[in-house]
């Protein structure tokens, strides 16, 4: 599973013994291989000398080679090749193994493995992409992907605001369906919808418990972007949409949609689905935060200017959401718009 998902499978092939090697075709026919093994052939690593392969003569004295090794000689230095190129000796993971199999010191060795995966998931999230897709039956493109990827530390001032839309991304938050894979229990959605299969995308937008929250979200920030966004996943949670306006409103649209995620994580755990008044308040904490974060004032920090042009954002939520409960609100957008 590990060699799949950071697909080590290519990389690896140099630790391979040659004679388990089922793409090598010689062993199909020749068993001669496996004796090799007595005589300290093991993988295609211990054939090499400081990265080059042994010459005939050299592999004769160290291994107890015969006259008769010389055509399985050629075969297995013709698949040597092949491997080489496929191989990065100074890549970490690999590095590991082949340490071991000179038996160099293992010390650290689990906090050297967990850094090397680790270096590989931050060049690679196409498996989370894929997760994505698979939980939400929906087709997510490279490029999409990829601004969702940038999206998440373009959108704020805020390290912290940024680390957790990066979390619900990257599916940091446990799940029942991931609590039941480890403790081997149930994965029942906890905000007792039924639900057996409680993954990231029920529990952030497919319960039926959460498609109130999601739909009035959906129609203030139509509102708020004068236009019709679509009522799905891949708008409202991972931000795909192209709003075909200034940057300003980008900007303000994925502030806006972080604060219904954060809104969300709030009441992990909890049977209730958030509110939208909880999803303003949110709102108004990231506002305060900007502004803190944001001295002075950057290029960036477009909540501080101003806001979707051509819209009216304070008379359209008062209108809607009264008064009283978005004073700080209102004051921000009436003060900066
Ligand atoms: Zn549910």
Redesign the pocket.
């Known amino acids: 599973m590990i060699k799949d998902e950071y697909k080590l499978s290519n990389k690896l092939q140099i630790i391979q013994w040659c004679a388990y090697d089922p793409e090598f075709k010689a062993n199909a026919i020749d068993k001669g291989f496996k004796s090799w093994i007595s005589k300290g052939i093991t993988t295609y690593y211990s054939l090499t000398e400081k990265g080059q392969f042994k010459s005939f003569n050299r592999l004769k004295e160290d291994c107890d080679l015969d006259r008769t090794d010389f055509f399985r000689f050629l075969q297995v230095r013709s698949r040597f090749e092949h491997i080489r190129k496929e191989t990065d000796l100074n890549d970490p993971i690999s590095k590991i193994f082949i340490d071991a199999y000179q038996r160099k010191s293992n010390k650290g060795v689990i906090a050297r493995i967990y850094k090397g995966l680790l270096s590989k998931k931050s060049h690679n999230t196409d498996y989370v992409r894929t997760k994505w897709e698979r939980e939400g039956n929906l087709l997510i493109s490279e490029e999409d992907w990829l601004h969702i990827c940038q999206s998440q530390w373009k959108c704020t001032s805020s390290h912290s605001l940024r680390e957790f839309g990066w979390k619900c991304m990257v599916r940091f938050f446990i799940t029942p369906k991931q609590k039941a894979h480890f403790t081997g229990g149930e994965a029942t959605?906890?905000?007792?919808?039924?639900?057996r299969e409680?993954n990231h995308w029920?529990?952030f937008w497919?319960?039926?418990?959460?498609e109130s929250f999601w739909a009035e979200l959906h129609k203030v920030l139509s509102g708020l972007f004068n236009t019709n966004l679509p009522m799905q996943f891949s708008t409202l949670f991972l931000g795909i949409f192209d709003l075909q306006v200034r940057k300003a409103d980008e900007y303000l649209f994925d502030i806006l949609i972080t604060a219904g995620k954060k809104a969300l994580t709030r009441r992990w755990l909890l049977p209730d689905p958030p509110t939208t008044q909880e999803w303003i308040s949110i709102v108004n904490d990231i506002y305060l935060m900007e502004r803190i974060t944001s001295s002075p004032p950057s290029k960036k920090s477009h909540l501080l200017k101003g806001g979707p042009s051509g819209l009216n954002m304070p008379v359209l939520i008062r209108q809607k959401y009264g008064m009283g409960d978005l004073t700080m609100l209102l004051l921000t957008f009436i003060l900066f718009f």
């Open positions: 959605c906890w905000r007792q919808c039924g639900h409680a029920h529990i497919g319960c039926p418990l959460v």
